[in-house]
């Protein structure tokens, strides 16, 4: 299993990484006129991969820590300014609409397979998204608790929860509702960039309507890089801390290990570009979560048989100690 465990999130934030680089790409061509090209999207993965590598050296606190919290106000700052500069009350309309189109339509949505048409879309991503999911889901869950010791397993899961939702419907309420209002009123076609250009190049076609938009698009840039290096050091720290025989509760893997796997993953996303990027990389997602589907389930299982018998015993000895 930890082997499996092991393959599975390389090969998710790989693909992780796969498919954030052409929006940076496409972001850097459209502000410095460079000619999107494989040697860029090498540069972009060699900084991420740098960044992640230091990061997980400097250890949880000093490193991993202070990244994430660096790019979460960044993230913050760009909803906000959107929000803003924005069509304001047309984009609360708009998030409001589409909030209760995904409560009325979540179930049919879910388990639509599209059995009697040649279209692929959920093949290509809502199946793609619940196998990658099944090979991310163990890994942040244990990085989510090893960064949350001393809270309760009720803190983790509903904090959790509440902010990764919170933060999907931030990002998508202001920008998505923003590029379906733009749509509407002519100020851009980004349907047809879309299918024409593919999806970096309509997330910067609709930025480009903005003000100050290359500052934005800048701002888009780190916040995205500092992304992908977050997601490639915890990655690392799990990875480390699984393939570490003995560590002590409260230690943290060695950091020369840690930086092994940096180093690891990077070469693996490289790979993956070469093979042909985004599709390549989908196809190694699909994988990486068959691995871990079965696991996840087991380590379920497992997990609920723990607290079903030994949540009282286990909370009566945390509550002695304090």
Not at 255 to 264: D, E, G, I, K, L
Request: hydrophobic residues 55%; proline residues 3%.
């Amino acid at each position: 299993m930890d082997v499996f465990f092991i393959l599975g999130l390389l090969f998710c934030t790989a693909v992780t990484m796969c498919i954030s680089l052409p929006t940076v790409e496409a972001a850097l061509a459209r502000v410095f006129g460079i000619t999107p090209s494989f040697g860029l999207e090498i540069a972009i993965l060699f900084v991420s991969a740098l960044l992640a590598g230091v990061t997980v050296y400097l250890g949880l606190k000093k490193g991993i820590k202070r990244l994430s919290d660096i790019n979460v106000v960044i993230a913050l700052a760009m909803v906000a300014y959107g929000a803003l500069v924005g069509p304001t009350s047309s984009l609360f309309d708009i998030f409001t609409n589409a909030v209760g189109k995904m409560l009325g339509n979540f179930w049919s949505m879910t388990f639509w397979t599209n059995p009697f048409s040649e279209g692929s879309f959920p093949r290509d991503w809502t199946i793609f998204y619940a196998l990658f999911w099944a090979g991310y889901g163990p890994f942040m869950g244990l990085f989510i608790a090893r960064i949350s010791r001393g809270r309760t397993v009720r803190e983790v899961i509903g904090w959790g929860m509440f902010g990764t939702v919170a933060g999907g419907l931030m990002i998508h309420g202001v920008f998505g509702s923003y590029t379906l209002w733009a749509q509407y009123h002519g100020i851009i076609d980004a349907v047809s960039i879309l299918k024409t250009q593919g999806a970096p190049a309509a997330m910067m076609a609709v930025i480009d309507t903005l003000p100050f938009s290359k500052v934005v698009m800048l701002i888009y840039c780190a916040f995205s890089t500092i992304f992908l290096a977050t997601t490639v050091n915890s990655g690392c720290y799990v990875v480390a801390a699984t393939a570490t025989r003995r560590m002590p509760v409260d230690a943290d893997p060695h950091r020369y290990h840690c930086t092994f796997w940096a180093v690891a993953q990077g070469l693996l996303a490289l790979g993956l570009l070469a093979m042909g990027g985004l599709e390549v990389a989908k196809i190694f997602g699909n994988f990486s979560g068959a691995l871990m589907a079965l696991p996840s389930l087991l380590l379920t299982a497992c997990w609920l048989k723990i607290i079903r018998e030994d949540g009282k015993d286990l909370l009566h000895t945390y509550r002695a100690k304090d």
